[in-house]
């Protein structure tokens, strides 16, 4: 299969701008094991500043279609652009899928100064969040000084995603009351832009007076989250949807609040990833075969749950400090 | 506040039949701090085999007066019986509370041969879904032959706490059906006896015909269970619950059933014990010094998040090893 490649030449190639390289890099970093965790420091070092948007909103909301016109928009503007497109139903991860879940159009797809990745949970929920930040951190190394994060869906791991985000845009339609009911409140918590799409559609007017009267209701915050319209398929209203998101990433930049907020989302990263790995440590050591032994022997009622689950630990300890 | 007693010297006086030591044991046994883990092996060790019978239904169900009729009917056999109240809603624990949510009659408050004990969670359900079979085996240790474990409400905590019981006790009442719908199939799953309590009410022939329906959908088991009507204020049905409860008993002993269920309920509570203390360990090390100045160089942006990890788990594996 090809010459064997360190992770990190294929970091030093990435950070130099080869795409086939970095497309590699990501598939490292996403199995999250020893040569991911090897290079890991020098992708955060590496790290330029990169401003990450993410997008959610309820299925068929647009965001695929928003999420492209907003693609085309920062290139109008000349800047690079990424696209991480998170679907934690599906079982298919990497790069290749392109043009399937995330639809581009054809000049955004050709562009050399656009890429996009697509990321799945493979069965593992808990490995996709901690894989997430670690791939908006790649791509921040590698020189991508804008990152879109588009997710499938609006359940509790979903929107936790988009939280890996600088800038939270909830995307809605007309009358969007009806479909995301349950989680109405929780979606206007996240949103720093409300973009109600599909606003050739009617009710739109009711829709946006209906979102600023709830976020009036909350308390007065050093940003107040913009309600927006836009129609995705034609771009009508992106322009100023990509200016409000500008005016909040200088907002974030002028406050201190980016750096606050990434520095709290490091740390409940770190608190995922210790528990993680906590939690996976114990379940191999238990089918391992002293774990088993162990495990037969409190079957067997000849030693009692509190003994059985000290010798785990111990074993578990041992394990955790010949690792690291 | 007294002598002090070491742990050791209590079990020995409970399992010589000292109800004050009782009480105070369990109350070292529910802390489930150092004391207890050094006589956890003695206590498993001493266990005679009581046989545990869970009771659960619907809040209102008349758990708590079926409870005394059953220990009323226990002892009409000649058995002592002791009887476990798990609230996990509630704060307040002990054993002085009884009268209080377990309503006796006062024939079997007074009964030596009767012993009550009741729980909750003060918060932490983890602890007292930990603590629960251990107070069981400390009863059992104790010289109590037969052990009803009433819970409060139907949760998914409260059902999880009476699946600590040999025989589940799922007691309903006429009309169930309103009260109880999103728990029906998940009820009926874990019944090995249906009780329709308050059988001198309206509909108990149709609630009756309708359960044992649902029960006959389901596949064909070696032990079916029986649905039974009770009025438990008058004491109607109660000895033929016993009876039925007695016939399961012996079904579980000489199917094999019984050890294989208790190993398997072992298993599942190391496994709950080991998660618990990983996670306990981990939160106790983010707070301690090495550990503040980790997170403090991750908030910093000093070190990425996998190195933090890395060495939070360094130092919970030190502090797991050192602990044992």
Redesign the interface.
Known sequence: MGERESADALLRSAIGGDRRALARLLSVVEAGGAP??VI??Q???AGRGTHTVGLTGAPGAGKSTLTDALVTEVRRHGSRVAVVAVDPSSPLSGGAILGDRVRLRQQNVVDDDVYVRSMASRGQLGGLSLAV??VI?TLDAAGWPVVLIETVGVGQSEVAITENADTTVVVLNPGWGDEVQANKAGLLEIADVLVVNKADRPGVQATVRDLERMLHLGKVQPWAPAVLTTIATDGTGVDRLWQVITDHQRFLAETGER?HR??QR??A???E???H???D??SRV?RSHAGALI?GA????E????????R???L???R??DA?
């Open positions: 991911f965790r890991a420091p992708i955060f070092a930040p670690e951190r750096e990434r520095a490091r740390i990263e770190v608190r990833r210790v528990l790995e906590l939690t440590v114990s238990e495990i409190l079957a067997k009622g030693i009692d749950p509190v003994t059985a689950s000290d785990l630990i111990r578990a300890a041992g955790m400090a690291r």
